[in-house]
């Protein structure tokens, strides 16, 4: 039915300025304002809308994945942003001291971060 019919993802944020510097200026996307929020343009045609909420609760769930060639260069380059990356160490997710986590199964490599917002996002080094 929706094979051939373009679509697009969205989340909310509380401050949709901070939310405009962060994926703008931080993560280099290009971005932009709307009357109801701000559309990311990602790589590929893809966009992403962020709108205001005034009801705003962070999910514990990855909002957004970023494929890299290269995640040792992905994980600097972001750190020399002043992101930092999330630790995990539970049950089948451990990260390293960089807070990259390595599986035999899935993608070679994952490293997960924040943004302002609280929202999980993540680089991925697919095999």
Do not use: C
Request: aromatic content about 12%; overall charge negative; hydrophobic content about 35%.
């Amino acid at each position: 039915m929706f094979r051939d019919t373009p679509a697009f993802s969205g989340f909310s944020v509380p401050d949709i300025d901070e939310a405009k510097r962060f994926y703008g200026e931080t993560l280099g996307l290009e971005v932009e304002e709307n009357p109801e929020g701000l559309t990311l343009h990602l790589a590929g045609g893809t966009r992403v809308f962020v709108y205001p909420s005034d009801s705003y609760t962070a999910p514990k769930h990855t909002v957004l994945n970023f494929t890299v060639d290269d995640i040792y260069a992905a994980v600097d380059g972001l750190g020399e942003r002043g992101v930092t990356m999330e630790r995990y160490d539970m049950p089948g997710i451990k990260t390293d001291e960089r807070g990259i986590f390595r599986s035999d199964q899935g993608p070679a490599a994952i490293a997960w971060f924040k943004d302002p917002a609280d929202h999980v996002l993540a680089v991925i080094q697919e095999r």
